[in-house]
């Protein structure tokens, strides 16, 4: 009656290309002290045309790894090779966490779950209903609107610099959803519940253009999935407005919870002790 766990090494990975940027062996390896675990989680970096070769390690238990995180550019290839996936998992087509159980390759997608749980850990009733404004349509947009859809909003408009990349995720994502260009931003910002940009603008120091925070309804909440710098542009813009706004650090660290406790077996917590670790970092 043996967990496949136990046979296997504490031993978990994130793999990517390029990886040496990756926080989340910070954040794994600040869990395993704090709960006295003697496990650990490596970066490992490998090319696109070695990953299937990775996966079939992973599988036949030669790597000596119990799971691990993937990231890009692998996600898609992660979910293609797994024995097993759930349904939310199958309608991204990209996982970015893996676990064995049983000599099975379990693969599933986490970065909704983190979204959601960020705004809900850091300003709670933020999904009242009404419109969102989702800005963007990229590899990242598809989790944020998946999540999204499941909470009380009326409407989710997705607004994208190139309009096919949105309307093909209306087309995915149901009724709820609905697609539009960029120049139509400001627009349904007027009144809208909800902001978030999934974009890569303003990371780094990158300039963002000006958007019509000021316009959302009372009581709408601005968030954005850049979390370097912390106040991204558009969260700087949000609160001069007077905007309430969540940053997206808390989106990463919750997203790794649900991976860690299925390659340690306990359940470890996101409070401000891990935050200050990781602004410390940046
Ligand atoms: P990710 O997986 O991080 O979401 P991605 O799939 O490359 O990355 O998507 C990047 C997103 O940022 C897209 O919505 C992209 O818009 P396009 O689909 O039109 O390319 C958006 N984006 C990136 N740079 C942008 C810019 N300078 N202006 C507007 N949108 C931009």
Redesign the pocket.
């Known amino acids: 009656m043996s967990d496949s766990r136990e046979t296997i090494n504490h031993r978990a990975f994130v793999v990517g290309y390029p990886i040496k940027h990756s926080r989340s062996p910070l954040i794994h390896t600040h869990w395993l002290n704090k709960l006295g675990i003697a496990g650990s989680y490596e970066r490992i970096e490998v090319a696109p045309d070695g990953f299937a070769a990775f996966v079939g390690s992973l599988k036949d238990g030669t790597s000596g790894f119990c799971g691990g995180n993937v990231t890009?550019p692998h996600k898609e290839a992660a979910y293609g090779l797994a024995d097993q996936t759930d349904a939310l998992t199958q309608e991204l087509g990209a996982a970015n966490t893996l676990w064995l159980e049983g000599g099975r390759l379990i693969a599933t997608n986490t970065d909704g779950v983190g979204f959601l749980a960020n705004l809900d850990d850091r300003h709670p009733g933020w999904d009242r209903g009404g419109s969102a404004v989702v800005?963007?349509?990229?590899?990242?947009?598809r989790a944020v609107i998946q999540a999204l859809r499941e909470r009380g909003f009326a409407e989710i408009h997705v607004v994208?610099?190139?309009i096919e990349?949105?309307r093909e995720l209306a087309d995915r994502f149901g009724a709820k959803v609905r697609a539009h260009p960029?120049a139509a931003c400001g627009e349904l910002m007027t009144g809208a519940n909800f902001f978030v940009n999934?974009?890569?603008?303003g990371m780094d120091g990158e300039p963002a253009?000006e958007l019509p925070f000021a316009a959302l309804a009372d009581g709408a909440v601005a968030t954005d999935i850049v979390y370097v710098p912390l106040k991204t542009p558009f969260l700087l813009q949000a609160e001069r407005a007077g905007v309430p706004i969540v940053d997206g650090l808390g989106m990463l660290l919750h997203q790794a919870a649900p991976g860690f406790e299925k390659w340690f077996g306990k359940k470890p917590v996101v409070d401000a002790e891990l935050r200050a670790l990781i602004i410390a970092d940046m």
């Open positions: 890009i800005l963007g349509a990229g590899g990242a947009s994208n610099r190139s990349r949105a960029f999934t974009t890569s603008l253009p």
